[in-house]
């Protein structure tokens, strides 16, 4: 039976991760197509709020037809490791779920901070890791020692709306960052 728990925790990772790398594009798309000096809209006839309405639908196939800044090759593998708290003791789902938001919030939070390393991550692989954390105390320690090193940090706080209470930690993702770098801090974890 665990082994079917990893395999849908694999699969719900690799899913919410493509989607969140799609909405991420798209964003930077929006953000920075149609805009001219001044900031504001290079036309406001009604063809153009249809075709931005056309390209929110799309999602990522209408992101995947604009052409980002190429980004070089990262030196070394990036990776993103995405730290359980065990002590909460969460269904799989539950732990799927708060690892797509923890992957999604890292990105959201870091991504004009950490522009190039995201995109690199992004464009080579998007490699994430789900490790398993004894309880919000070591995932503190993880936290500040990551930050210390530079690399972007996200805790994910509960809802609370189903099994457990509101404000629970309940996955700390680190990174992107170099695959030396994380295992600096997170090397000693086994693999949930």
């Known amino acids: 039976m665990p082994a079917i728990a990893l395999v849908v925790i694999d699969s719900l990772l690799k899913v919410a991760g493509g989607i969140a790398i799609g909405w991420f594009i798209r964003d930077a798309s929006n953000r920075g197509g149609g805009k001219s000096a001044g900031g504001s809209s290079s036309s ?3 063809n153009n709020k249809i075709g931005q309405t056309a390209s929110r639908r799309a ?3 209408a992101a ?4 980002p800044t190429p980004v070089p090759r990262p030196k070394e593998e990036l990776k993103m490791v995405l730290c359980v708290n065990m002590s909460l003791k969460m269904g799989t789902g539950k732990v799927g779920a708060q690892c797509a938001h923890a992957a999604v919030g890292v990105l959201w939070a870091h991504y004009q901070s950490h522009n190039v390393p995201i995109r690199q991550w992004e464009m080579y ?3 994430k890791i789900a490790l398993k954390v004894g309880d919000e105390a070591e995932m503190a320690e993880l936290e500040a020692k990551a930050m210390s090193l530079g690399m972007p940090t996200y805790i994910v ?5 189903t099994q457990i209470a509101a404000g629970s930690q309940t996955v700390l993702a680190i990174g992107p960052a170099p695959k030396s770098q994380l295992d600096t801090v997170t090397g000693h974890l086994k693999l949930l």
């Open 44 to 46: 406001s006839s009604p």
């Open 59 to 61: 999602g990522a196939a």
């Open 64 to 67: 995947a037809i604009s052409k």
């Open 125 to 127: 692989g998007q490699p």
């Open 157 to 161: 706080h509960d809802a609370g709306r």
